[in-house]
């Protein structure tokens, strides 16, 4: 099973402020939304709070330590990151995606496959990040650049990394 982080991340490596996201970029939503249609998708509780309920046409699967989080019927909610894993596998999925955020991401990127990063050009203020990516580590192998206009606040580029000898 493949295991991909899908990320948004700016030039200083901030992803989020105040548990919501802090630019408008039309264009990386429907890149989004496109490659993770029809996949479950890992997520900590604190961004499936921000987000406020499951993303339509995706099976959620959210990262709590607290026994008594419910969900809606479908979706599911796992106590550690390698819970949520095992539960992908036995499911004989061939791709799950970790759509974050920090503390997910953190714990994810030792053990994921693939990272696809929304690179913002930009250097918002923000109180949570992405870890720094090692260039040993991650190889680059596709990039697709974006330009600002009046439904994108900032130029990005969409950007492939595969793990250097996985
Ligand atoms: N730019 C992007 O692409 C992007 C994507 C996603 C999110 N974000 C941003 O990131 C921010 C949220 O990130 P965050 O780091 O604060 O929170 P988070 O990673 O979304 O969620 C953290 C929560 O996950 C649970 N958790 C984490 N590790 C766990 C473990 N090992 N076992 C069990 N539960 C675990 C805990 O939930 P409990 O406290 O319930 O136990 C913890 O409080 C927001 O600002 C959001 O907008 C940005």
Redesign the pocket.
Known sequence: MKISI????AKNNV???????IWRLSSDLKLFKQITSGHHII??????E?VGKPLPNRTSIV????PD?QLPEGHKVC???QEAIQLCIGKHLDQVYI???????K?ALPICDELLV?EVEARPE???FFPEINPKQWKKTAAESFKKDDKNEYNFEFVTYKKVNP
């Open positions: 899908i990320v948004a991340k992803i989020g402020k105040n548990n919501q996201l997520m900590g509780r604190k961004t499936y921000s990262i709590t330590r607290n989080f106590h550690s990151l759509i974050g955020g920090a503390e997910i991401y714990q929304t923000g109180d949570v």
